[in-house]
């Protein structure tokens, strides 16, 4: 069945058996107090507000039968796979790998590096686990979506001008076509919220297509 979405900078085409819904980091790092996002310094309360229109496409994608891909950013518990520019950047309250709160920071495995209950992904569902910040660097996402004959990605998660920047970036330049959903993705900077998703509008759809969550559940109904 092929749809089309309300969208900049103009209507997104399409179809359901080659589309996935992206979810990206929507762990507690990143959206609860006391993890990897806290200690750099932000307020994650900012990026909550994406949960409940987020579980409403998800709960459509579900219903659609859209593949579904979840992605948690992370690393190895001994950092062998975070790179030394990465764990020594800047002057974070607790580095990756430091005990915190909810588990060691931004680790696999530990409470606060999993997806947040809300959205937690079904048994059957794929989670794609990447020490970057784009989905597609040292991960097995393009063969997957390969594999399945995915062209097309609907785009959620946080933060948007950081994971979901890189990956709908990447996206672009590997073909697929990406329609970003602009109420379920978060930025700790409201500024870089509506700068970061002008950004894949402007230009004719230079990385892709935004639209907001409505639309997307209004061409699913
Ligand atoms: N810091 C920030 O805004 N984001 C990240 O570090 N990772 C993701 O965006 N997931």
């Not at 996002?37 to 994608?61: C, H, K, Y």
């Not at 593949?67 to 030394?84: A, F, M, N, W, Y």
């Not at 700790?188 to 297509?209: K, R, T, V």
Request: proline content about 7%; some cysteine; aromatic content about 6%.
């Amino acid at each position: 069945m092929t749809a089309s979405v309300e969208a900049e900078p103009y209507p997104f085409g399409f179809d359901l058996t080659t589309t996935a819904l992206l979810i990206i980091d929507m762990q507690r790092d990143f959206v609860e107090p006391g993890g990897f996002g806290e200690t750099l310094g932000n307020d994650v309360s900012l990026l909550r507000r994406v949960i409940p229109p987020l579980r409403e496409v998800l709960d459509a994608a579900r219903a659609a039968g859209l593949l579904v891909i979840h992605t948690r950013e992370g690393h190895l518990p001994d950092l062998s796979d975070c790179p030394p520019a990465k764990l020594n950047r800047g002057e974070p309250s607790l580095r990756i790998g430091d005990p915190g709160p909810k588990g060691r920071i931004l680790i696999r495995g530990e409470y606060g590096h999993d997806i947040i209950d809300e959205l937690r992904p079904l048994p059957d569902e794929i989670v794609i686990d990447k020490p970057g910040k784009g989905s597609f660097y040292a991960t097995g996402l393009q063969d997957l979506l390969e594999t399945n004959g995915i062209t097309s990605l609907v785009v959620t998660g946080v933060t948007t001008e950081v994971c979901v920047h890189t990956t709908v970036r990447e996206a672009n330049d590997r073909g697929y076509e990406c329609l970003v959903l602009s109420d379920c993705v978060g930025s700790y900077f409201p500024e870089f919220q509506d700068a970061g998703l002008h950004m894949i509008s402007a230009q004719g759809g230079i990385f892709g297509w935004t639209a907001p969550a409505k639309h997307f559940l209004e061409a699913l109904a």
